[in-house]
């Protein structure tokens, strides 16, 4: 009974929020977990197959959509929380709104992303089945050193349940996350052994390099993208596990995706990817980790792989009067190189709108901006306009990084300067927060509407 009037109220809050225009993503699950607070864990015990976690700094709505994808196609009915409503509320959201009055859900799995300071509680109310941890960066300059506090608090939420882990052999900390496990046999990796010398990370590991046992500093053979790659303590009380699946060659990777090579239980696999980047072959082996360990027939998970589209806001095409709007969101400083490398570097004069905000939900210190390494960006002589809040800031780094960049009075405006003078069939490059992503996103589509 309490259920089902905790399933009605929140059902209220979400249209009575999505009329005042707040979204009512995670409302419901706020509400409903205050009047029935056991409802969350009742809601995902009725889910026959249980739920699968998906966490980590970077790539969890790629990663989850992934799967969710390769689920679908193998005949399951998936349960999933919106893009970016990854805290506790828009986990219970998604339960409470996939729910009857009697407490029935007609899904057969979930499958949620959930922020990395999420996972305890989400993990310890859930009891999820499956666990993946896709990397761990920090995000921002204020929350340098939490990294261990994270990593430890998601130890937490592993501890709290019996789950089947997927984790990220080439991410030290994520790797000892092992330790966490009900049984050793219940953890899985997965990681790149080969990757061509030119989508090769050059620069040393700067921002997790450190034993997660004796603090030392790790030695690395090979780095792929920030702090990951192959590592072992010179102590020798830590080292890279073998991955169990694993990208083994990489055939072909520019804008429009990736060709690669995958090896999972000691098959050979070819997988076709619509995204580029090495963070993006991450997310991919994530996936076929999971589907590999859930037992789903390899051709129909490439399937899956070659047809997903990309996650919301990570990468996005748009068409704007024949021209093609890239949309990169950044939000961190490893996840802006990586945008700078995939879609910028080797391109004559790119031209590109950063469009930085600093409300609550991009973060409100934008010192991270001088973290990113941009000076390999100037070589490309960019047109670049910056918009936002923090588009003088912006500038002002792009300036010490060698690239003149004009100031937007307005996001609207940037969009404007942006496209004159762009011909035709040209590209442009798009790069927000978050909150200038919803404010962007929304000026194409009055844009779109008008023309
Ligand atoms: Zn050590």
């Known amino acids: 009974m309490r259920a089902a009037a905790a399933i009605t109220v929140a059902r209220a809050a979400a249209t009575l929020s999505r009329r005042l225009g707040r979204g009512g993503q995670t409302l419901p699950g706020v509400i409903a977990g205050r009047i029935a607070p056991e409802l969350p864990r009742k809601l995902a015990a009725e889910l026959p197959n249980g739920c699968i976690l998906v966490t980590g700094t970077n ?74 941890v896709l990397n761990l960066f920090r995000d921002q300059l204020d929350r340098y050193g939490e990294l261990d506090i994270t990593a430890a ?45 030119r989508l090769t990370d050059a620069t040393t590991a700067v921002d997790s390099d450190r034993c997660p046992h004796c603090g030392e500093r790790l030695r690395f053979s090979r780095i792929f993208y920030s702090h990951l790659g192959h590592y072992g303590c010179p102590n020798g009380d830590f080292e890279r596990p073998r991955p169990d699946v694993a990208v083994v060659d990489v055939q072909h990777a520019d804008l429009d995706g990736t060709e690669f090579t995958v090896s999972a239980g000691g098959d050979l696999r070819q997988l076709r990817y619509g995204l580029s980047g090495t963070y993006n072959l991450y997310n991919a082996l994530a996936a076929v980790s999971v589907a590999t360990g859930l037992g789903i027939d390899p051709a129909v998970t490439a399937h899956a792989v070659r047809t997903t589209e990309a996650a919301f806001g990570r990468v996005e095409k748009t068409d704007v009067a024949g021209r093609t709007l890239w949309l990169l969101l950044i939000k961190n400083p490893a996840g802006f190189a990586q945008v700078v490398d995939t879609f910028l570097i080797g391109r004559a004069r790119p031209r590109v709108l950063i469009a930085v905000n600093d409300l609550p939900a991009d973060g409100r210190d934008v010192s991270w ?13 960019p047109e670049v306009v910056t918009a936002g809040t923090r588009a003088a800031e912006m500038a002002l780094r792009l300036h010490y990084a060698g690239t003149e960049a004009a100031v937007a009075s307005s996001v609207d405006d940037g969009i404007s300067r942006l496209l004159s003078g762009l011909p035709p069939g040209g590209d442009a490059y798009i790069l927000p927060t978050y909150t200038a992503m919803l404010q962007i996103r929304r000026a194409l589509h009055q844009r779109k509407e008008a023309a």
Do not use: C
Not at 67 to 79: F, K, W, Y
Not at 156 to 170: C, K, M
Not at 370 to 378: N, P, Q
């Open 59 to 132: 790539g969890k709505t790629t990663a989850t959509k992934l799967i969710a994808e390769a689920l679908r196609e193998s005949g399951e009915r998936v349960l999933t929380n919106s893009s970016g409503a990854n805290l506790r509320g828009g986990v219970v959201s998604a339960l409470v709104s996939a729910a009857d009055l009697h407490g029935r859900i007609d899904a057969t799995i979930g499958v949620f992303e959930v922020d990395e300071a999420s996972l305890r509680l989400v993990a310890a109310e859930l009891r999820p089945r499956h666990i993946v």
């Open 369 to 381: 901006l001088w973290d990113v390494s941009l000076e390999a960006l100037s070589q490309q002589q």
């Open 153 to 197: 608090m998601i130890a937490e939420g592993i501890a709290a349940t019996s789950a089947r882990l997927y984790l990220n052999a080439d991410d030290a900390r994520v790797a000892n996350l092992a330790g966490a496990a009900a049984r050793p046999d219940l953890v899985s990796y997965f990681g790149i052994e080969r990757l061509p010398e």
